[in-house]
């Protein structure tokens, strides 16, 4: 079999607002084979960067396009492929946008695997511990404890155990950043995981501050409260509260996240499985994860390419670990794939069928599909 095209297809909703939404565009990544056997993947950072980065022209010998390194290519040799796709963007990448377009393909041989074998990837990658995946809703704060306390009431009467609140104005005043953990945390009662997300850097002192405060509302874990590159002041806020500290979503490769467990001593790290570097990157940094005794908790904010992705990875890890779900509603978040991935009294059910075990819906594809740019 015989890789023959790799397509980049740019898809968007009509009107982009600049808020922490990764689902309002992606790039679906198709491999086509010569044996007529597909397989689909995607990422979701910046659309022209990744088209640009799978089909530039080569610039060098290692300088070249993805596309051109993998056409005429035998798709199942996932590992080789990865390496090659490394090696030769080495100079233009390593981390990363070269990353996220390097995921977006992975996913795909793996889909393609898959179909190739008739089994999904959660038997590719060692089995499945469970047929379904708890789900923790993911949901950007709202201004008021009002706002906030109605929004968990909503999320808890839908089945979810757990919820993620994040981004907005979080971080930037402690005292009402208290009232609206406090009114969820009073809306949920005990037993009911409620997480935080800061999503961009805060000052090392603010953010013991911050984590001191959720201390008294047990807050399942604080996330991306820094800079990404302030290993050192990650180090100094996990050891000053008895919040875990998460990150890592924009972190990519093994290399990556042996620095950020090394030096930055955080209790969970959560790589994006279409921008780490794909199931075959993820797999190697879950293993180093296991060695340091952290945590992964993958993170999720995109279309049901990637929610199948990571939940067949989930099926196969041993201990438990929550699946971050996007409560957002728009066609490329919920309409891109026939059936989507649903949430179901706070679980997720993995996928049966070969491959991720989802399929595309060409016409709402072509709908969303950007051709002018
Ligand atoms: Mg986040």
């Given at each position: 079999m015989?890789?023959?095209?790799v397509?980049?297809?740019?898809?968007?909703?009509?009107?982009?607002?600049?808020?922490?939404?990764?689902?309002?565009?992606?790039?679906?990544?198709?491999?086509?084979?010569?044996?007529?056997?597909?397989?689909?993947?995607?990422?979701?950072?910046?659309?022209?960067?990744?088209?640009?980065?799978?089909?530039?022209?080569?610039?060098?010998?290692?300088?070249?396009?993805?596309?051109?390194?993998?056409?005429?290519?035998?798709?199942?040799d996932?590992?080789?492929?990865w390496?090659?796709?490394?090696?030769?963007?080495?100079?233009?990448?390593?981390?990363?946008?070269?990353?996220?377009?390097?995921?977006?393909?992975?996913?795909?041989?793996?889909?393609?695997?898959?179909?190739?074998?008739?089994?999904?990837?959660?038997?590719?990658?060692?089995g499945?511990?469970?047929?379904?995946?708890?789900?923790?809703?993911?949901?950007?704060?709202?201004?008021?404890?009002?706002?906030?306390?109605?929004?968990?009431?909503e999320?808890?009467?839908?089945?979810?155990?757990?919820?993620?609140?994040?981004?907005e104005?979080?971080?930037?005043?402690?005292?009402?950043?208290?009232?609206?953990?406090?009114?969820?945390?009073?809306?949920?009662?005990?037993?009911?995981?409620?997480?935080?997300?800061?999503?961009?850097?805060?000052?090392?002192?603010?953010?013991?501050?911050?984590?001191?405060?959720?201390?008294?509302?047990?807050?399942?874990?604080?996330?991306?409260?820094?800079?990404?590159?302030?290993?050192?002041?990650?180090?100094?806020?996990s050891?000053?509260?008895?919040?875990?500290?998460?990150?890592?979503?924009?972190?990519?490769?093994?290399?990556?996240?042996?620095?950020?467990?090394?030096?930055?001593?955080?209790?969970?790290?959560?790589?994006?499985?279409?921008?780490?570097?794909?199931?075959?990157?993820?797999?190697?940094?879950?293993?180093?994860?296991?060695?340091?005794?952290?945590?992964?908790?993958?993170?999720?904010?995109?279309?049901?390419?990637?929610?199948?992705?990571?939940?067949?990875?989930?099926?196969?890890?041993?201990?438990?670990?929550?699946?971050?779900?996007?409560?957002?509603?728009?066609?490329?978040?919920?309409?891109?794939?026939?059936?989507?991935?649903?949430?179901?009294?706070?679980?997720?059910?993995?996928?049966?069928?070969?491959?991720?075990?989802?399929?595309?819906?060409?016409?709402?594809?072509?709908?969303l599909?950007?051709?002018?740019?």
């Open positions: 015989k890789i023959t095209d397509e980049a297809i740019w898809v968007s909703l009509s009107e982009m607002k600049l808020i922490a939404d990764s689902t309002q565009q992606a790039v679906i990544v198709r491999i086509k084979t010569d044996e007529g056997i597909e397989g689909i993947g995607e990422t979701h950072t910046a659309p022209y960067v990744i088209k640009a980065i799978i089909e530039t022209d080569s610039s060098g010998i290692v300088a070249q396009g993805i596309r051109s390194l993998l056409i005429g290519e035998n798709p199942l996932i590992e080789r492929l390496h090659k796709m490394y090696y030769y963007t080495s100079r233009f990448g390593r981390r990363g946008a070269v990353l996220n377009a390097i995921s977006a393909v992975d996913i795909a041989l793996w889909d393609l695997l898959g179909k190739y074998t008739g089994l999904p990837v959660s038997t590719l990658l060692g499945r511990f469970r047929e379904e995946v708890s789900a923790y809703a993911s949901v950007l704060m709202p201004d008021t404890p009002e706002e906030a306390r109605d929004l968990a009431l999320i808890k009467a839908q089945g979810f155990q757990a919820a993620k609140f994040g981004w104005t979080l971080g930037s005043d402690l005292v009402a950043d208290r009232k609206r953990v406090e009114a969820i945390r009073k809306a949920v009662g005990s037993g009911f995981a409620v997480m935080i997300d800061i999503g961009y850097g805060l000052e090392v002192r603010h953010a013991i501050r911050l984590a001191r405060i959720l201390e008294e509302y047990d807050i399942a874990f604080l996330e991306e409260p820094l800079s990404p590159d302030n290993l050192a002041g990650f180090a100094c806020l050891a000053a509260t008895t919040v875990p500290i998460a990150t890592g979503e924009k972190e990519t490769t093994r290399f990556g996240f042996l620095e950020l467990m090394e030096r930055g001593k955080v209790s969970i790290i959560q790589p994006d499985i279409a921008r780490a570097g794909g199931l075959t990157e993820v797999k190697k940094i879950a293993l180093l994860a296991d060695l340091k005794g952290v945590e992964l908790i993958p993170h999720c904010w995109s279309n049901d390419i990637l929610v199948a992705a990571t939940v067949h990875f989930i099926a196969a890890r041993p201990a438990h670990c929550y699946l971050e779900y996007c409560l957002l509603d728009n066609p490329i978040r919920r309409e891109l794939i026939k059936e989507p991935l649903s949430a179901v009294n706070g679980k997720v059910s993995v996928p049966k069928r070969p491959g991720l075990g989802i399929e595309l819906n060409e016409e709402v594809l072509a709908k599909t950007i051709t002018q740019f």
